[in-house]
């Protein structure tokens, strides 16, 4: 079982920055990775990013390609989404996720076990 918390969500205005939090409680792998999703108001779940536990390897969005980056702390157990040149259509439920199946990252949201319960971001014109 593992426990997710996201924070560092807010408001922010158009072409600014903000650093989201994903901090997980209990057991990891080596096939864990953690992604990040989002959910627009009035709209499905959709990828935003994933990082691989071991390795780091990343995989994004082309919606958020060279504008989020990702990164982690394995002492913290903390996985960072820095979020920058935001604009309104990233403004939305973020939330992450963990995954412990074999292989890779994924981009699908019932791929993912486990679930956070999300940080508001909304982006100001």
């Given at each position: 079982?593992?426990?997710?918390?996201?924070?560092?969500?807010?408001?922010?205005?158009?072409?600014?920055?903000?650093?989201?939090?994903?901090e997980?409680?209990?057991?990891?792998?080596?096939n864990?990775?953690?992604?990040?999703?989002?959910q627009p108001?009035g709209?499905?779940?959709e990828?935003?990013?994933a990082?691989?536990?071991?390795?780091?390897?990343?995989n994004?969005?082309?919606?958020?390609?060279?504008?989020?980056?990702?990164?982690?702390?394995?002492v913290?157990?903390?996985?960072?989404?820095?979020?920058?040149?935001?604009?309104?259509?990233?403004?939305?439920?973020?939330?992450?996720?963990?995954?412990?199946?074999?292989?890779?990252t994924?981009?699908?949201?019932?791929?993912?076990?486990?679930?956070?319960?999300?940080?508001?971001?909304?982006?100001?014109?």
């Amino acid at each position: 079982q593992v426990r997710l918390v996201e924070s560092g969500g807010g408001l922010v205005q158009a072409g600014g920055s903000l650093r989201l939090s994903c901090e997980a409680s209990g057991r990891t792998s080596n096939n864990y990775k953690v992604g990040w999703f989002r959910q627009p108001p009035g709209k499905e779940r959709e990828f935003v990013a994933a990082v691989t536990w071991i390795g780091g390897r990343t995989n994004y969005a082309d919606s958020v390609e060279d504008r989020f980056t990702l990164s982690r702390d394995p002492v913290k157990n903390v996985v960072y989404l820095q979020m920058n040149s935001v604009n309104s259509e990233d403004t939305a439920v973020y939330l992450c996720a963990a995954d412990y199946r074999l292989g890779g990252t994924r981009i699908y949201p019932a791929d993912y076990d486990y679930w956070g319960q999300g940080t508001q971001v909304t982006v100001s014109s």
